[in-house]
Structure formats: structure tokens, C-alpha cells
Nanobody, 129 residues
Framework: RVQLVESGGDSVQAGGSLRLSCVLS???????????MGWFRQVPGQEREGVAA???????IYAESVKGRYTISQDTAEHTLFLQMERLGSEDSAMYYC????????????????????WGQGTQVTVSS
């Protein structure tokens, strides 16, 4: 079965940077390529929000709150997704989740959770001022 495993979360000072990684694995091979992958974040008591997504052709989408500070990228050969985060502020503190939209989910390349059917367990990012 497909699994997503995030890493890279940490505690940093405001203004700092972090790079998150997410590896997609499925035993000996990945049976289907994701249509797209994305990063979401969630604070306790709030809804999960999409921050960045990238499709198989490398097209990207960013939430307004992270544009110019976050960069999503992927290594399709290694089935790895990255999120480079710069100029972090306390508002960026959250659990960050990696997600993939894969067959048989309906194609919906966006920052909405409905288009993603595979999720990781999350990695915590804490930014202190």
C-alpha cells in the first residue's frame, strides 16, 4: 500500500528556514504515479489548509499566505516531495502534512483536501519569536 512519510519538521526562530521532505513508498514499486502532491498544515482546533501543490508536469500552486516564502519541488524519480520554507513566522507553526492525489481519486489539482486521497502522518513545525 502507498505510504507517505514526512520529515524535516523542527523548532526554529522567527525569520529562520526549514526544508520538509516527504517520501512516497509502496513496497517494491509505486503502482501509479500521483496526479499531483501537496503540503497542508493544521493547527489544533482549525481546519487543515493547503499551502502548496505541484502536479506531475511541475506546475505549482501556492496559498497567498506563503507566496514568495515557500517553494514546493519534487524528485519524481525518487518519489520525494520537498517544501522549502523561508522567513518563517509564528503564524507558520503547525503540523505539516504531505498528501498525494492518486488513482482512483477524481482529478482536482488545487489546495483543497478533497482532491487528495493519500496522507502522511505529519511533521511538526514550531516557530518561536
Amino acid at each position: 500500500r502507498v505510504q507517505l512519510v514526512e520529515s524535516g519538521g523542527d523548532s526554529v526562530q522567527a525569520g529562520g528556514s526549514l526544508r520538509l521532505s516527504c517520501v512516497l513508498s509502496a513496497g517494491p514499486y509505486v503502482p501509479y504515479k500521483p496526479y499531483y502532491m501537496g503540503w497542508f498544515r493544521q493547527v489544533p482546533g482549525q481546519e487543515r489548509e493547503g499551502v502548496a501543490a505541484i502536479d506531475a508536469d511541475g506546475r505549482t500552486i501556492y496559498a497567498e499566505s506563503v507566496k514568495g516564502r515557500y517553494t514546493i519541488s519534487q524528485d519524481t524519480a525518487e518519489h520525494t516531495l520537498f517544501l522549502q520554507m523561508e522567513r518563517l513566522g509564528s503564524e507558520d507553526s503547525a503540523m505539516y502534512y504531505c498528501a498525494a492525489g492518486m488513482y482512483p481519486v477524481d482529478y482536482d489539482f488545487s489546495l483543497l483536501t478533497r482532491g487528495y486521497n493519500k496522507w502522511g502522518q505529519g511533521t511538526q513545525v514550531t516557530v518561536s519569536s
